[in-house]
């Protein structure tokens, strides 16, 4: 990701073509393997001027996380029309487009990435907002004021598994991506399913949701499927 031409920037735009160039060369290898040299080589400039826009490799890298963490809870947003299901499987669609994109980047924000001691605090904070942006997104799209505390238990549980399984497939892409995105969501209905049926409120936000949803869907998907298992699973 060279420039090819050297030309003078205002503080903020030289700032942030610094930050897009870290961010690219973090995409595609580990931060602990990319130098303040190839940095300054890739945008242009020497290396002291790196140093002039940012005291060291930690601050650039943090400041690299904060645009990764702010477009990948972007990913989460989505319109709130039509059936639940196609929603939440078009974010896991974008959602794997970012971990596509950014590999490495991805692995290192959502486990604190490089020097693990100073920085700690902060890179844990924005995967944190990361976490709670996509929370709260899911939410909004349940259409619920105060979730109860089932339904919280839920959501972030839900969270977690699809941070967890995008960390895991990323070691050798080992499952198509798109049955993994379709998995997710089932995975959500399967979670709010269980929980339903402990808790009364929670039968009743399935019975909200599955009420709005095709045969067609991702939830009538999942139905069809456990169908065919039955015979297979259950005593005759």
Known sequence: MTTGVRR?????????QLIGVALELFSHRSPDEVSI?????????????VYHYFPGKQSLYEAALRRAADELAERFHEPREGPLGARLLRVMGRFFD????????F???????????AGSSRTNAMIDEVR????????AHLGIQ??????ELVVRSWVSLAESTAL?????RKVPRKELELQLVHDFAALVVVSAAYDAEMAGVVARVLAGEPLEGPFGDL????AALAPRILPG
């Open 168 to 172: 895991i497939w990323l070691d050798g």
């Open 132 to 139: 709670q942006a996509a929370y709260e997104q899911i939410i």
């Open 8 to 16: 003078r920037m205002g503080v903020e735009e030289r700032r942030q």
């Open 146 to 151: 105060e979730p109860p505390a089932r339904l």
């Open 37 to 49: 040299d190839e940095i300054a080589a890739a945008a242009g400039i020497s290396r002291p001027l």
């Open 223 to 226: 139905v069809d499927r456990l």
């Open 107 to 117: 692995f290192a924000l959502m486990r604190g990435g490089p020097a693990a001691g």
């Open 98 to 105: 970012f971990v596509d994109e950014h590999g490495p980047g």
